[in-house]
């Protein structure tokens, strides 16, 4: 009887096992905050691209971006759980633990996969965003207002012109074209260059395309450079808390078969 009352104290794993699981639990709650901070970044879209991705449909950057919200709380949460499970040594709630984990690990893998896949999507074709502004610059719809103010202040705060440049409005038929003929401005007034208190400095200059009165770069790279810098904060981070959670939880499984 004795011998059976020893082997029942000494059930259970390793006082190593625990320990890196508690330290693994801990990398994961904080990562899930920092996760879920980061997503609200994303979501509250600081660059003021959404209009030029929402309106084509092309969005799931924001879309992963919301999931990444509820996977960050729940890594939190779950892992706050995980903690409590291995040091009350309750076989039910490591149980619990590994199946709510598991949930948010597979939500946490969609949303990094769409946003990456978004990502290299959007930013290897320019021609996409050139063709939304192409049809909705200067349309009378409500999502042609949204997105003309869009690229009206891209335009003058980031001091570029188009997609690619200028000759975007020249080369491409456009809805600006329609409602302004190219004799009379081949551009919209806002590629023109101004001075501190945003007034053209020569609104002929630039309406026959002179480089000291006109913005000659494209408005791509900071496009480009928002997406960039959504898709890889959501998915490349969500990568490594998943490559990070998935040792912590076949060691959680291995606990588990030794309680």
């Known amino acids: 009887r004795e011998a059976e009352v020893g082997m029942e104290d000494e059930k259970g794993s390793p006082a190593l096992v625990v320990a890196c699981l508690i330290v693994g639990n801990v990398v994961v709650l904080l990562s899930g905050l920092a996760l879920f901070a980061e997503s609200v970044w994303v979501a509250s879209d600081p660059y003021r691209v959404y209009p030029t991705l929402g309106v084509s449909g092309k969005d799931d950057v924001f879309a992963g971006a919301w999931i990444s919200i509820f996977t960050g709380f729940a890594f939190f949460l779950v892992g ?38 978004h990502r290299d999507y959007m930013v290897s074709d320019p021609s996409l965003i050139t063709k939304e502004m192409l049809t909705h610059y200067g349309a009378p719809s409500r999502q042609g207002r949204e997105l003309t103010r869009l690229w009206d202040s891209i335009m003058v705060e980031k001091e570029c012109c188009g997609t690619l440049g200028p000759l975007d409005w020249v080369h491409y038929t456009s809805t600006f074209r329609t409602s302004i003929p190219e004799a009379v401005f081949p551009w919209p007034p806002p590629c023109c260059r101004r001075d501190p208190n945003f007034i053209p400095l020569s609104e002929e200059g630039c309406r026959v395309g002179h480089r000291d009165y006109i913005f000659t770069k494209g408005c791509f790279e900071h496009i480009g450079h928002a997406i960039d810098s959504y898709a890889w904060g959501v998915s490349w981070f969500g990568f490594a808390i998943l490559m990070w959670t998935l040792p912590v939880l076949l060691l959680t499984l291995y606990h588990y078969t030794t309680l």
């Open 80 to 117: 706050s759980l995980g903690l409590v499970a291995l040091l009350r040594r309750s076989r039910p709630m490591v149980l619990t633990y590994l199946v709510l984990m598991l949930i948010v690990y597979v939500f946490e893998s969609a949303s990094s996969i769409t946003a990456h896949t």
